[in-house]
């Protein structure tokens, strides 16, 4: 553990935490209004369903109040951000540094690049871009760079990409400038995923360092904003984490842009709101952050959960898990809601995105399970969670609930609507006295609707009140921005509902999902591939709209948005992906982001960097799952195989072959001639990698058959 001491005299964050009875009040007032909006439009919906469907009365009134309750919670929760804002209007801008900062006060600190099956070119042009930057803070004092140490902390099962990666990271590294250091280490075994990844990197080097900041093959971080959060964790002793909002950028697609433009302009009103009732009992997303090593060690030991996949064993989504060991463990979780130059990217297509959450869905209904096994463990007289974060645990949960909620209410409704639809439209409603059942019911779909549309007003108000809005392209494009946003929404929400609704309950019965690579490309989806994906989607809209009209067109008000949004799954999905689209609003001016407008210089350098050519025929852009070209260069190029064999004895990752299977390995190479190698299918030729004896016994025969020949 480092003994430097914490950093520099006033170094104390621009927004500092509400004290106790603040933030008392700000959860006080939170629960208060969503409780009281949440009870008094049950108690409107009761009143307009008829008497024949008393039947249903229970279910459906239970079901509209959880799910307004969960509207509830997000409105009130921007509310209370956008009063704050007003109130305190502070930006998230990327940080500027003390004029008497000097980076050599910065405690040491480790960045954790995990990547699995990545691109190793963008993954190190990433890198590479955040030590430019950090390089860039305080130049005239020698800069911040070699205060932060980085790690490319390798679980790919793709030989030939783990051979791009070594060769990735030996180009990166020739080019840095003398004391800058990025370390490379391959772990022979995919355990427990990316927070077994982690856990190696804490018990292996994590005595050398205070803190690490953790971020995902896709984050960027800005120089400026890694130093500030390094100092601010450093300033605050009982800070155990401190989570940085990432943005999304780089992308042009459709969906792209249209997440990107969301996240930048909704996000501030949300974060603060949130970080008003959260304080120090906040989150952590798994990404973009800086934790302190010691009591994570310490506390963030993954349990292993009873039973069997997917709701047992491994616990996938570990970063809410983390931070509640950390907040029992009495260590702060905070949110700066305040800083900017923290960035990712996201999915450019329809499919991905859904790819993307039914992955987040497996892990996010586990932590059901956690909540149940941490009552278990209170009742056996053992410590529990902090209320706040079995709250934030519940909201994972409902995240992906509240779609198959949804979809059994409008089924529901339907019913009912059917069952009692001529006492519906008569009036003749059970303790409605004085109500009119369909001005009732136009009233709370106007009042859901508010709820959902207003707080993007609200953004829009404040990025005016603040000046912000020419980086989002003017008042017009911004507002232009928020229509085009909202019609587009409604058109996704109800086939995610239908995604999130399939991955839910293929968890629930047992299905396990495969967590693999993410696409990080963009693609465009051919109308063909539309209709293959999404033609259930369109087939169920359809039915539920005929169905509605035959049967309860008193019912088409609730259900017409849900229908079209389904019917038209294919073509919406073509539009997400197209990137002349995307391309083509960014040119009218529509969904601009103040990082398209004026990039900051970590993403001006990535830019740059992924511009650049390879300069060498074989490197990264020539991986190949197929015909290994990687593996055949480590077997005939003595340098390369140097690189790797040291890589294997530096990380302790030389893992010998059973003599059986050495014995079969090299038959089949010898015997296949200077191409033997080419024979070995991927599993074997990654086991190969992993032994040092078996790899030079090969690459001595080949040097020998190539020499031959």
């Given at each position: 553990m480092s003994s430097h001491a914490p950093g520099p005299a006033g170094a104390v964050p621009p927004s500092p935490p509400l004290c106790p009875?603040?933030?008392?009040?700000?959860?006080?007032?939170?629960?208060?209004?969503?409780?009281?909006?949440?009870?008094?439009?049950?108690?409107?919906?009761?009143?307009?369903?008829?008497?024949?469907?008393?039947?249903?009365?229970?279910?459906?009134?239970?079901?509209?109040?959880?799910?307004?309750?969960?509207?509830?919670?997000?409105?009130?929760?921007a509310t209370l951000g956008f009063v704050s804002v007003l109130l305190r209007p502070t930006p998230a801008v990327i940080p500027a540094l003390p004029e008497d900062f000097d980076p050599l006060d910065l405690p040491p600190t480790a960045v954790l690049v995990p990547v699995y099956n990545e691109d190793p070119t963008r993954v190190c042009a990433g890198v590479r871009a955040m030590l430019d930057s950090l390089r860039a803070v305080c130049p005239e004092k020698g800069g911040a760079a070699r205060r932060f140490d980085f790690f490319l902390l390798s679980d790919s099962t793709n030989p030939d990409v783990w051979l791009a990666e070594e060769q990735a990271w030996a180009d990166l590294t020739d080019a840095l400038p003398e004391g800058e250091r990025v370390f490379y280490r391959h772990r022979p075994e995919n355990t427990a995923r990316k927070a077994g990844n982690v856990a190696d990197f804490v018990e292996r080097w994590g005595d050398h360092y205070e803190f690490m900041v953790t971020l995902d093959a896709d984050s960027l971080m800005a120089g400026p904003t890694l130093v500030e959060m390094t100092r601010r964790i450093a300033a605050d002793p009982s800070c155990g984490i401190l989570q940085a909002p990432p943005s999304p950028v780089g992308r042009t697609s459709v969906l792209a842009r249209w997440q990107q433009f969301a996240a930048r302009l909704y996000s501030p009103v949300f974060l603060r709101g949130f970080s008003l009732w959260a304080g120090t009992d906040g989150n952590y997303w798994g990404h973009n952050a800086i934790l302190r090593v010691e009591p994570f060690r310490a506390c963030c030991d993954l349990p292993v959960l009873p039973g069997q996949a997917p709701l047992g064993g491994?616990?996938?989504?570990?970063?809410?898990?983390?931070?509640?060991?950390?907040?029992?463990?009495?260590?702060?979780?905070?949110?700066?809601?305040?800083?900017?130059?923290?960035?990712?990217e996201c999915p450019t297509t329809l499919l991905d995105w859904a790819k993307r959450d039914q992955r987040w869905c497996q892990g996010n209904l586990q932590h059901g399970r956690v909540l149940w096994e941490a009552r278990r463990r209170v009742r056996q007289g053992s410590g529990g969670l902090a209320a706040v974060s079995k709250l934030h645990l519940a909201m994972g949960v409902m995240g992906y609930c509240a779609s198959p909620l949804w979809m059994a209410f409008l089924i529901l409704t339907l019913t009912a609507a059917a069952v009692g639809g001529e006492q519906?439209?008569?009036?003749?409603?059970?303790?409605?006295?004085?109500?009119?059942?369909?001005?009732?019911?136009?009233?709370?779909?106007?009042?859901?609707?508010?709820?959902?549309?207003?707080?993007?007003?609200?953004?829009?108000?404040?990025a005016a009140r603040s000046g912000q809005l020419d980086e989002f392209g003017g008042v017009l494009r911004a507002t232009l921005g928020v229509v085009c946003e909202t019609l587009l929404s409604a058109l996704v929400a109800p086939i995610m509902m239908l995604f999130h609704s399939r991955f839910v309950l293929t968890t629930l019965a047992g299905r396990v999902v495969k967590w693999t690579a993410q696409s990080r490309g963009e693609q465009a989806v051919t109308w063909s591939d539309a209709v293959r994906a999404h033609w259930p989607a369109a087939a169920i809209g359809l039915l539920a709209g005929l169905a509605a009209g035959l049967a309860a067109p008193q019912s088409l008000l609730w259900l017409t948005p849900v229908a079209l949004g389904l019917i038209l799954a294919g073509p919406t999905a073509v539009l997400l992906a197209s990137r002349d689209a995307g391309l083509c609003a960014r040119r009218w001016g529509l969904w601009?982001?103040?990082?398209?407008?004026?990039?900051?210089?970590?993403?001006?350098?990535?830019?740059?960097?992924?511009?650049?050519?390879?300069?060498?025929?074989?490197?990264?852009?020539?991986v190949s799952a197929d015909d290994g070209p990687l593996f055949g260069r480590v077997l005939r190029d003595p340098a390369f195989f140097a690189l790797h064999s040291e890589l294997l004895a530096a990380t302790d990752a030389d893992r010998p072959l059973p003599a059986d299977a050495r014995d079969r390995i090299e038959k089949a190479v010898v015997q296949g001639g200077p191409e033997g190698w080419a024979r070995l299918t991927p599993a074997d030729r990654r086991a190969v990698l992993g032994d040092r004896r078996t790899l030079a016994e090969l690459h001595a025969r080949t040097r020998m058959n190539v020499t031959a020949a």
């Open positions: 009875a603040s933030r008392t009040a700000a959860r006080t007032a939170l629960a208060l209004l969503t409780v009281a909006a949440t009870a008094a439009a049950a108690w409107a919906f009761a009143g307009t369903l008829p008497d024949v469907s008393a039947w249903l009365r229970w279910p459906l009134v239970g079901l509209f109040a959880v799910l307004f309750g969960w509207i509830a919670l997000s409105f009130w929760t491994e616990i996938l989504s570990h970063d809410f898990i983390e931070a509640a060991l950390m907040r029992r463990a009495g260590w702060g979780v905070r949110l700066a809601e305040d800083l900017g130059g923290s960035y990712e519906w439209a008569a009036g003749a409603v059970e303790g409605g006295a004085g109500f009119d059942p369909a001005v009732v019911g136009l009233g709370l779909f106007g009042l859901c609707m508010g709820m959902l549309i207003l707080p993007k007003l609200y953004a829009l108000f404040a601009l982001t103040p990082e398209e407008l004026d990039p900051p210089h970590v993403l001006r350098r990535h830019a740059e960097l992924l511009a650049t050519p390879p300069t060498a025929p074989d490197a990264a852009s020539s």
